[in-house]
């Protein structure tokens, strides 16, 4: 589970980084928030796989917490990877 959960946390971070740093830095921003509209179509796509890679991400947490497979404690604390069982995903 530690390792799945360092795995996108490394993927979300090297998305973060790959991100052009013109579509972090845009003045047509709204509260914080860049309207969908300004992005290009190479951005959207990317924001479309991103949004379907956290539902599924989150899909399969909440999957694990609701068969007990692993508790809320367990899955939000961090500890080494070597002492941790990682549920299998069906």
Do not use: C, N, Y
Not at 23 to 34: D, E, L, P
Not at 42 to 55: G, H, N, S, V
């Amino acid at each position: 589970m530690t390792r799945t959960l360092h795995r996108l946390a490394m993927l979300l971070a090297v998305l973060a980084a790959l991100a052009p740093a013109a579509a972090r830095a845009q003045t047509t921003k709204v509260g914080g928030i860049t309207p969908v509209e300004s992005l290009t179509s190479q951005e959207r796509e990317m924001l479309a796989l991103a949004t379907d890679f956290a539902k599924r991400s989150t899909d399969t947490l909440e999957k694990w917490l609701a068969s007990k497979e692993v508790t809320p404690e367990r899955l939000f604390t961090s500890t080494t990877p070597s002492r941790t069982r990682i549920p299998r995903s069906s």
